[in-house]
């Protein structure tokens, strides 16, 4: 079974100042995606970014960037610069390629809150 | 744009009652997911359908079933609401495949009493 840990409930950051946020996933599936969405106050959530386990290279999607520590099994999103618009719940979630499903598992997320 | 719409936002209903909550994709999506969100737990698996009449159990099954009579639709039905099942309810759909991202309806903020 697959699991996702996000060890963070509540950060904060200043305004314009970079943030990570953590998680680490636990698969004995050789091929899988990860994922980070955020939920913003409204409540719906948005998909931010993707990362393969196949991937070279850390997936960037603008001001997200993926670190991505394949042997640790560690995924931690990376915001740089941050906005007050930035202020929302962040979901890592993980889908194991077996089985054909691709079901994601999600972590149960962490509260971003960005001071101006 | 892709679009996941659900029937209510707001939903209060006594114990007992059958409830419905709809669910709508436009993509053609193959996958169509119900999650249920509660605070410090995060996002749990409820059920999924990856084809019209096909549905499998996520995590949390018990006290819900579903239903997915055409491609677009996605229905879950508590048959019989209980208090512990005041909740948000998010629906999701995507397409099939390892590096396809979900998209999440607007949830129903579904109340028990």
Same mark, same amino acid.
């Given at each position: &079974? ?6 963070? %409930? ?19 599936? %050789? ?8 939920? %913003? ?23 997200? $960037? ?20 930035? $202020?929302?719940?962040?979901?890592? &979630? ?6 054909? $499903? ?13 001071? %101006? | 744009?892709?679009? =996941? ?6 939903? =209060? ?21 119900? #999650? ?13 359908? #990856? ?12 006290? #819900? ?49």
């Amino acid at each position: &079974a697959q699991k996702i840990t996000q060890t963070q %409930p509540g950060m904060f950051v200043q305004e314009k100042e970079a943030v990570t946020l953590d998680c680490t996933y636990d698969t004995s599936d %050789p091929s899988y995606g990860l994922f980070w969405y955020k939920q %913003p106050s409204s409540g719906e959530m948005i998909f931010l970014i993707y990362q393969g386990s196949y991937d070279q290279q850390n997936a960037t999607e603008g001001r997200y $960037s993926l670190n991505f520590q394949k042997a640790r099994k560690s995924a931690n999103l990376v915001i740089s610069a941050s906005q007050l618009g930035d $202020s929302a719940m962040y979901f890592c &979630a993980m889908s194991p390629a077996s089985g054909g $499903s691709y079901i994601p598992t999600f972590g149960r997320g962490t509260s971003l809150i960005v001071h %101006p | 744009d892709v679009k =996941v719409t659900q029937s209510s936002r707001y939903l =209060v209903k006594r114990t007992g009652e059958k409830v419905f909550l709809e669910c709508v994709q436009d993509m053609d999506h193959e996958n169509m997911f119900w #999650y249920r969100q509660d605070p410090g737990l995060g996002l749990r698996l409820i059920y999924f359908s #990856y084809d019209v009449k096909m549905k499998e159990k996520g995590d949390i099954p018990e006290g #819900y079933s579903v239903s997915r009579e055409k491609k677009e639709r996605f229905s879950l039905i508590l048959e019989s609401a209980s208090t512990n099942q005041t909740s948000m309810y998010l629906c999701a759909s995507s397409l099939m495949g390892l590096n396809y991202e979900q998209y999440f309806g607007p949830g129903t903020r579904l109340t028990v009493t």
